[in-house]
């Protein structure tokens, strides 16, 4: 008799351990950071069973999108599992009633909060990676949100997923992209260029007491209320074509990115709201995100799913009356360095692991506050100018965006270049602080980098 344990069975799941990044997402998201959603406004109603096909066939075009997690891996379904959760008219207007209002927000932008802030991996963590949700909000509109584990989907990955949903709806791209069928991609950490994150023993060391003595010296926006359960809220940051045009022109002829000036804003429009006198200085943390998968070895494109960013974390010094171009150029400059310096990579260890204590320490963070920077950027914005395909279909707008209320920033701002327009999801966590407060910082940001870049 052969030996069965010897032998593959049929359709058996294939596993791939997570590489430390991945597991440091899987360590937060119970807690409730990064928690991945996609919000669609649809306003031609979809037939269900043909969205359905139409994810299935997503998910065979990419395995890890059917993937459970079980610790310490990746469980890929050999088929599709995923199955639409639908809500009727009836349904979805309690829901928006019973959701707070005040400003009478969109119902793409309340539901997109809900969303944020349903986790099945705070009860069980070996869950699907994969959920969707469609919510009737009228005869003819429906809200179609996509809810991901971050750790198999980074701002690529989700930028990547709405294309090619668009594409298989549309049938405009003759189906799905099949280069990476039957294929899960290896962890980040495993593709790293060879010496790239070389760093001595003593080296680690030391950077990991530099960045917790850092900590300590920098300061945040004031908490609202720090003992009260927290969730995800947004604040949405919309610039208008000539003014997103002159401020791109501005970063250009200064030689720094778009990241530099929304860091640069965010920080002055921080430092303002404290009223301090004109000599006075305060240090902010901010951590820039950068997608990696250009420097990989082999090169990544961006139809390989998974979570292949990296993070530099720095502390600017900004003292009351400063000018964004001044912050914004002294900011990109200490990041530029940082890049040619390959701390993305060096420092992707120190960085993981202090996440991870922040998680089982929360009294190492402010108030217990679970902040690990005042701000976090990409480096560069996406970029989307694929108006037509989306009004075939009838995609009326989109949020995309992750939740950030168990350990990170006090804002994290997800930007995209839409037809021309600045559009930023700016992520929160509630009531450490508040709507108000949030909605007047944003507003400042918008100020300063309109005025600054006439």
């Not at 996609?38 to 031609?44: D, I, N, V």
């Not at 705070?122 to 509109?141: G, K, R, W």
């Not at 189906?175 to 899960?184: A, F, L, Q, S």
């Not at 960013?309 to 010094?317: G, K, R």
């Amino acid at each position: 008799m052969a030996d069965e344990t010897s032998s593959p069975r049929v359709n058996s799941p294939k596993t791939r351990p997570m590489g430390g990044t991945e597991f440091s997402w899987y360590r937060s998201v119970p807690g409730g950071t990064g928690i991945t959603v996609l919000a669609l406004h649809l306003s031609k109603p979809p037939n269900l069973s043909t969205l359905q096909n139409t994810l299935h066939k997503l998910q065979n075009s990419h395995p890890i999108l059917r993937s459970k997690l079980t610790h310490p891996s990746f469980s890929i379904s050999p088929t599709p599992s995923l199955q639409i959760q639908s809500f009727n008219l009836s349904f979805t207007s309690n829901l928006l009633q019973n959701l707070s209002n005040p400003l009478h927000i969109p119902p793409l932008h309340l539901l997109l909060e809900h969303e944020l802030n349903q986790n099945p991996w705070s009860s069980e963590p070996n869950s699907y990676v994969f959920f969707v949700t469609l919510y009737a909000v009228s005869d003819s509109d429906s809200v179609l949100a996509l809810r991901l584990h971050t750790s198999v989907c980074d701002r690529t990955s989700g930028a990547y997923i709405l294309r090619e949903l668009m594409g298989l709806i549309t049938e405009e791209e003759g189906g799905v992209e099949r280069e990476c069928e039957n294929e899960i991609c290896l962890a980040i950490e495993d593709l790293i260029p060879k010496g790239s994150c070389d760093k001595p023993f003593w080296a680690r060391g030391f950077d990991l007491v530099g960045y917790s003595l850092n900590s300590l010296r920098t300061v945040n926006l004031g908490f609202e209320d720090v003992d009260s359960p927290r969730s995800s809220q947004v604040v949405r940051l919309k610039m208008r074509a000539d003014e997103t045009d002159r401020l791109l022109t501005a970063c250009k002829a200064r030689g720094i990115k778009l990241c530099g000036a929304i860091a640069a804003a965010g920080l002055i429009a921080a430092n303002s709201s404290k009223h301090l006198t004109d000599d006075q200085s305060e240090n902010y943390a901010v951590v820039t995100l950068i997608d990696c998968r250009r420097n990989l070895d082999p090169v990544l494109h961006d139809h390989q799913l998974g979570f292949y960013h990296s993070a530099i974390l720095s502390t600017q010094t900004i003292t009351n009356g400063e000018e964004l171009w001044d912050v914004a150029s002294r900011s990109y400059t200490a990041f530029s360095n940082a890049m040619n310096s390959n701390k993305h990579f060096k420092d992707m260890n120190d960085l993981n692991f202090l996440m991870c204590k922040a998680i089982e320490n929360p009294a190492l963070t402010p108030s217990s506050s679970m902040r690990t920077a005042f701000i976090s950027v990409f480096e560069d914005p996406m970029i989307d100018d694929s108006s037509e395909v989306h009004r075939e279909v009838g995609l009326e707008d989109y949020m995309g965006c992750s939740s950030v209320h168990g350990v990170g920033p006090s804002i994290a701002i997800f930007d995209t270049i839409r037809n021309g327009q600045l559009d930023c999801a700016c992520v929160y966590p509630s009531p450490l602080h508040s709507r108000k407060q949030i909605q007047e910082l944003i507003d400042d940001m918008e100020k300063i980098l309109v005025e600054a870049s006439k």
